[in-house]
């Protein structure tokens, strides 16, 4: 094998030679000091660290909210009564009210229509013996169970004979379930929901909780029964139909969707006699809307944690030109030998260059686990899957390296300028 030369071949572009002696100079100097350059390198895998904890996080949340909506239903356009503003609030109050009539109108003429649901909601005080539970309940139509994506675990869900014979049924959720039957099948058992009896028919499956609360925390039962025999007082409108709570719309694709928006404004414009200067007294909210808002939040939070977290791979990169300063001045001497031998500038730059860009890589490469066992730490804790994504990877490591390369560059220079008479005279 032949043998390397100091002077004459060192410095020659393309030169491979060079390029292993550097390496091999910049890791057995890091190697004999190393407590220190793994001090160092821990700043850095601490930035890298967090900045991929936290976009695979960030990520994990937008997932989980994109799931939690669809699990609601696909392609949904809800109608509510009221408009939704920030801060809540309704500024119509009790006057605000969607109608039987305003949701046949809608199931009838509007294009696009996959199928059509609608709810009234209240709260119900169960009973079954000694237990009790106070949780909403809904009144709805056979067509809801598909609509919003329910599934029964046992039993059947409300049918139109339930609908049509405003029957005294009930399908409870899984935890009303749990609440009253612990431990027993719950099927037939008749339980009293506001003191009047009601016979259990089914029990959904679980749906989990979300950041809209304990979705099994409710039951359902005929919209025919809940309008007429349970909530009879409080589901009249002053025009005498029946009052509902939402309308829901399942359109055939999200690019009708605008269509059945712009459709049912119209529609309910037309209903309501709302003059074109008046605000709505209803207000039309896409899933589709709502999944991109809620994103968007997300994604602009993700950003900004990541740009904080990016911080500490700056201070590690200030750690990184502390150590290379020092170890330029510890080094003079050796330096300067070097130079009076024939070693160029660009040598001695380009092995200051390479030691700091060592403690960079090895400093993201323990940070890439230091990240990705951050994040799936946080899962063990929050109902969240953290997706670690290979370009948050790249982007964090990429970081790191341009972070030593921009700190390094400073003492690496420092190095190369040295004059070899007065390096070899430093004490």
Do not use: C
């Amino acid at each position: 094998m032949q043998a390397w030369q100091w002077p004459p071949r060192l410095g020659r572009r393309g030169d491979r030679m060079y390029v292993i002696e550097v390496i091999r100079l910049s890791l057995h100097t890091l190697m004999a000091n190393k407590l220190r350059a793994a001090l160092t390198m821990f700043g850095i895998s601490i930035g890298v660290g967090a900045v991929i904890a936290l976009l695979a996080i960030g990520a994990g949340v937008q997932s989980y909210i994109t799931q939690q909506f669809s699990s609601a239903g696909t392609n949904l356009v809800a109608v509510v009564p009221g408009q939704i503003q920030r801060g809540g609030g309704n500024p119509f109050g009790p006057q605000a009210a969607l109608s039987m009539g305003d949701y046949r109108a809608v199931a009838g003429s509007i294009p696009f229509l996959v199928d059509t649901a609608v709810d009234f909601t209240g709260v119900g005080n169960f009973t079954f013996e000694s237990q009790n539970s106070q949780v909403s309940v809904s009144g709805v139509t056979p067509s809801y169970e598909s609509v919003r994506n329910w599934r029964v675990r046992i039993g059947r869900f409300i049918d139109d004979m339930d609908y049509g014979g405003r029957s005294r049924v009930v399908v409870l959720g899984q935890t009303v379930a749990n609440d009253l039957f612990p431990g027993q099948n719950p099927l037939d058992a008749v339980v009293k929901i506001n003191n009047v009896p009601f016979r259990v028919i089914g029990v959904m499956e679980t749906k989990g909780a979300s950041f809209l609360g304990d979705q099994d925390a409710v039951a359902f039962i005929p919209l025919t029964t809940a309008q007429e025999r349970l909530f009879q007082a409080s589901a009249q409108t002053k025009g005498g139909d029946r009052k509902v709570s939402m309308i829901y719309l399942q359109v055939t694709d999200d690019g009708a969707r605008p269509i059945v928006v712009a459709a049912v404004k119209q529609l309910l414009h037309e209903r309501h006699r709302i003059a074109a200067d008046d605000p709505d007294d209803f207000s039309v909210v896409s899933q589709t809307e709502l999944i991109n808002t809620f994103g968007a939040v997300t994604g602009v939070l993700t950003i900004f944690l990541g740009a904080i977290a990016a911080i500490s791979l700056l201070v590690g990169g200030i750690g990184i030109m502390n150590i290379m300063l020092v170890s330029v001045t510890e080094r003079t001497r050796e330096i300067g030998l070097r130079k009076a031998i024939g070693a160029t500038s660009r040598a001695i730059l380009g092995q200051f260059l390479a030691e700091a860009m060592f403690l960079s890589l090895l400093g993201g490469l323990v940070g890439i686990g230091i990240g990705v066992g951050g994040a799936f730490a946080v899962s063990k804790v929050a109902d969240i899957q953290p997706e670690v994504q290979l370009s948050a990877i790249a982007l964090a490591v990429g970081f790191s390296l341009a972070v030593g390369l921009f700190f390094g560059i400073y003492p690496a220079r420092r190095a190369s300028r040295l004059n070899p008479i007065d390096a070899l005279r430093f004490e």
